[in-house]
């Protein structure tokens, strides 16, 4: 999920959307969309101090970001999260083009 509000609540309505789709119940589906926009789970990061210093070696760090962009990859083509702030050869990747070749 993204760290700011605007974000969360895209991410929130797209997970809620997909979950919905699948068959999920839609107690469960808004209990899940509830805590996404009101809690915080255990492993949040966003209000970290430590957050700054990590990304500050991501953007420093080639090597590391790169493995960053393949790992989140698909969080960018699947939610509607802002792909200006990756590196240009991950800005251009056609989301549906991609997501149908992995599917085959």
């Known amino acids: ?12 309505a797209r997970l809620a959307d997909i979950l919905r789709k699948q068959g999920v119940r839609g107690s469960l589906v808004e209990k899940i969309h509830k805590n996404i926009l009101t809690a915080e789970t255990a492993h949040s990061t966003h209000k970290s101090s430590n957050r700054y210093e990590a990304e500050r070696q991501v953007r420093e760090d080639p090597f590391v970001r790169d493995y960053l962009h393949k790992i989140y ?8 999260f802002d792909r200006r702030v990756l590196d240009t050869a991950y800005q251009k990747i056609d989301s549906k083009l991609f997501l149908e070749e992995v599917a085959k």
Do not use: H, I, W
């Open 1 to 12: 999920m993204g760290s700011d509000t605007e974000e969360r609540v895209s991410s929130a």
């Open 73 to 80: 990859l698909f969080d960018y083509l699947v939610f509607p």
